[in-house]
């Protein structure tokens, strides 16, 4: 739990080795031989250290501290590189990390606070049937939601221009806790959890884009038997997209950063609704049904087109259809983004 060069000079020197190895074309190590990658991408944004309310019992005060070493240190090697902090696991129960992480008198001067990431996971109980996970998981990211407001209001008040990332929404079966344990055997996952995960990741990204949080990222691109495969966008063996990934190609494909935040009202409580007006002038409504079952929904106006993705086109690209009238029926647990003439 403890560095052993309490100066953080050590720990500073490691990551500005690590940046340039990746952005300089390689680094000069401790003995003062040079190392030679051939890299030299542009990296924007660097997340400092990984979940570190987690690893090792970390501190605020030995987190701003850490953060500010190493920061001061990549600055030297990528001055225009920004910064991602914290990347909490278990941000409801850490408000301390955000009260002094965000309060600048605690940071070192000039160092800068550009944005703060933090994680969800829904997780059933070991005994919930695939019925009883659908309200799990709706239920939690509710809770999250509130977690959500409360960090907000604390960013506002500390540090208004730092911007937010919560870059790991998914959710984590009971059975890959279990993942460590010798002869362990990644038990089968129906499709319809993968349509479920799917449509919980939605109905965060439009409750999250309408809070004014900067950046909702899906978690993870690709998980397998023994590390987290009911996490995974994509099928282990074959590399093809699931349901998880389809529902992130759909929302990527209409909405992002200029579209407009509309008020929408659904009377159907199983059913979020939430309507934007796109920077391409388009209007249209992201629904998500959170029930494994259909729900019909009058939308007002004829003509309108759908695109979806359903527990029918499981892991094809999303389906497009035109309707005919005003009615809609979402099939169970279905993502469909409505775009009216």
Same mark, same amino acid.
């Given at each position: ?8 000079k ?9 940046? @340039?190895?990746? %952005? *300089?074309?390689g680094f000069?190590?401790?003995?003062? !031989? ?13 997340? +400092? ?26 600055? !030297? ?14 941000? @409801?129960?850490n ?37 009883? *996970? ?12 509130? =977690?959500?407001? $409360?960090?907000?209001?604390?960013? *506002?008040?500390?540090s208004? @221009? ?10 984590i079966?009971?059975?890959?806790? !279990? ?7 990644? !038990? ?8 479920? @995960? ?10 999250l ?13 690709v998980?397998?038997?023994? *590390? ?5 966008? +994509? ?17 990527? #494909? ?12 659904? #009377?159907?409580?199983?059913v979020?609704?939430?309507? $934007?007006?796109?920077? #391409? ?16 929904? %009058? ?5 309108? =087109? ?15 259809k ?7 029926t979402?099939t169970?647990?279905?993502?469909? +983004?409505v775009?009216?003439?």
């Amino acid at each position: 739990t403890e560095l052993r060069d309490p100066s953080l000079k050590e720990l500073g020197d490691y990551y500005a080795r690590l940046v @340039s190895w990746y %952005t *300089q074309g390689g680094f000069t190590d401790e003995l003062g !031989k040079r190392h030679e990658s051939g890299h030299h991408f542009h990296i924007e944004y660097w997340e +400092v250290l990984n979940e570190a309310d987690f690893e090792h019992d970390t501190t605020p005060e030995q987190y701003t501290a850490r953060y500010d070493a190493i920061v001061q240190a990549i600055r !030297k090697v990528a001055p225009n590189m920004k910064f991602v902090a914290l990347a909490l696991a278990a941000p @409801s129960v850490n408000p301390r990390m955000f009260e002094y992480f965000l309060d600048r008198k605690n940071h070192k001067p000039g160092i800068p606070i550009d944005m703060i990431s933090y994680h969800f996971y829904a997780t059933p109980g070991a005994d919930e049937t695939p019925e009883i *996970q659908q309200f799990t998981f709706f239920r939690q990211a509710d809770h999250f939601i509130d =977690t959500v407001r $409360y960090i907000d209001a604390i960013r *506002q008040r500390l540090s208004p @221009s730092t911007r937010t990332t919560i870059d790991e929404i998914g959710s984590i079966s009971a059975d890959d806790g !279990k993942q460590g344990e010798p002869g362990h055997v990644t !038990k089968p996952i129906p499709n319809s959890y993968w349509n479920l @995960s799917g449509a919980m990741y939605a109905y965060l990204f439009g409750r999250l884009s309408s809070l004014g949080i900067d950046v909702a990222g899906e978690s993870q691109l690709v998980g397998y038997p023994t *590390q987290y495969p009911s996490v995974s966008m +994509v099928d282990w063996n074959t590399g093809k997209g699931n349901a998880r990934f389809r529902v992130l190609e759909l929302l990527k #494909n209409h909405f992002g950063p200029g579209d407009k935040i509309v008020q929408a009202s659904l #009377n159907r409580p199983s059913v979020y609704a939430q309507a $934007y007006q796109t920077r #391409n002038g388009k209007r249209e409504v992201l629904l998500v049904n959170m029930r494994d079952h259909p729900a019909e929904i %009058t939308l007002g106006v004829s003509g309108a =087109t759908v695109e979806y993705v359903s527990q029918a086109t499981a892991s094809s690209h999303p389906a497009v259809k035109r309707l005919a009238s005003a009615q809609l029926t979402l099939t169970g647990l279905e993502v469909a +983004v409505v775009t009216f003439r």
